[in-house]
């Protein structure tokens, strides 16, 4: 969506995640190549640094994460001068308590993360949402940040808890925008609740069974342990650029010509570089993700059918071609699975092409017409 690597439709491959940021095998002058240090040497620079929690470039943490019944709490300040992304706060639901926040005002859509993530990463996907006509809500799925896990561990219950959300919000219905591991809640949602459901989004989404490669031991320290995790943040805060190459590297299978383009291309979009460099804390599977992380991916292994078929809402799926996180086959087999569905392709994009694609700002400009039905 790990202990290093998420939906990760390119095999076995080492040192990649799910829409995050990672140390890579690829060739060239890339991260790896220049952070190549033992367990040990990151455990002794962790600790000398007092186990520091550093931040991406521009981006400060405003408040401590808040569990059920605790106060609310603000989201990233993408720089200084910028106000919150979003507060959110515990919506009791008559399926237990989720962290919630809403942003924007005009149509509802239900915004849900991938896997690892959090409100954050969803309040990261609702960026490209125009606050003017969109009121984007946000969740922490059951198992991340403020939701917890509390038994609501199977996809069907999850896609449950969406409609509680909603019942509590009082909002009869909504349009679905999902990513990655987000993508098996949204469409059963859409399945289980066609009345609810004005339009989905399904980018690069898990549609069908999915199971984890094996991870070596050198990514499985970078992803699933502290020391680990305060490196990726270090690298994003301190060389911003070889983090961009390494996720770029990690996301996509390009050639190392169409690699070095496409970091230039987003290093010279601010909101593009932004989106890469915020993404990665996001989507660590850190403490307070790890449980959500593992119930997603013992439910997406048990995956035999989400019932695509049944979906009756106007469905438009989005992939990059050359997707290394997602095998670009979950969305073509769903947009053939699901009556009517559009496919929206990016061709040689990543799974992050929605948000840095060349192309990407006419792809989120049908994505918006799409959830408002224009």
Known sequence: MDVGAGVDGGGPRNLRRVHGSTLTPSPGRNIRHRTRMSAAAILRRYERDGGCSCSPVRATSVTT?????SATRRGPIVNATRAPEYTSSIAETSLGPVEYAVVGTGAPVVVLHGSPGGIDAAALMARMLPRDRISAILLSRPGYLGTDLAGRTTIDEQADLVAALLDHLGIERAGV????????????????????????????????????????????????????????????????????????SSEGDLGPEELTARVEQVFADPDARQFVLDLGPASMPDKVRRAGFRNDLDRFAEITSLELGRITAPTLVVQGTADADLPPAHSTFAAAAVPGAELLTLDRGTHLALYIHPDAAAAQARVVDFLLRR
């Open 65 to 69: 994460r808040n569990r059920p019944g």
């Open 177 to 248: 925008y999902t990513w990655s591991g987000g993508g098996p809640a949204g469409y059963r949602f859409a399945v289980r609740h066609p009345g609810r459901v004005t339009a989905l989004v399904a980018n690069a989404a898990v549609s069908r069974a999915y199971e984890l490669p094996h991870q070596d031991l050198p990514t499985r320290l970078l992803f699933t342990t502290a020391p680990g995790q305060w490196l990726m943040r270090l690298l994003a805060a301190h060389q911003p650029q070889q983090f961009v190459q390494g996720t770029l």
